[in-house]
């Protein structure tokens, strides 16, 4: 049987990028000097894993059936930006003035590795679509090859069920210098490019 300090250890080791020697600093951290923090780790954690799901209708992490953007009656129901994880969410929610609705996929489509529509979500975001008060689609997947291949298909379904799709814009970043930016990003912001509108 491992000791407990080597099972708190590898408890750390299921934490993103944490490997052997992170946890195991993270786990003598908590022992020296943090252990009323521990504590209440344990306990915020052990509360959190019983009780965080998912909302029904946007997928996003919930308390409650229905998290709190979803029941807002300030928001406005007409757009609906679809992100591929929860932090996506927060991300644009921190940083921009949006006020519309979110669907969280919880992924993308990758066949390789057996992700398709129904694991991401998609026959929940058609009854969206279906229910027809959306009228724009934001789609806001990463710009990898998964998140582009999810993109089109987020399109399709858009415009299938009468919205408007509309996507994230990409390329260079604001106070970024061309010679330094990579040529993969660089291709795709030139051939991207929109006309600029008298007074901007």
Known sequence: MSSLLEQ???????????GQKTAQRMAYHV???????????????S??????????RCRDFSETEVCAICASAARDAHQLCVVESAADRLA???????????????GRL???????PREIGLDRLADRL??????ELIIATNPTVEGEATAHYLAQLSRQHGARPSRLAHGVPLGGELEYVDRGTLSHAFGS????????
């Open 31 to 45: 022992l020296e000097r943090e252990r009323e923090g521990g504590r209440r780790l344990a306990s915020t954690l």
């Open 47 to 56: 509360e959190a894993v019983e009780r965080v799901g998912h909302c029904a």
């Open 193 to 200: 490019r929109s006309e600029m509108v008298e007074g901007r």
């Open 92 to 106: 644009i929610e921190q940083a921009t003035g949006y006020r519309g609705l979110y669907f969280v996929l919880q």
């Open 130 to 135: 279906q229910e027809g008060q959306v009228q």
């Open 8 to 18: 708190l250890i590898e408890a750390f080791r299921i934490l993103p990028g944490v």
């Open 110 to 116: 990758s066949p390789l590795d057996g992700i398709g």
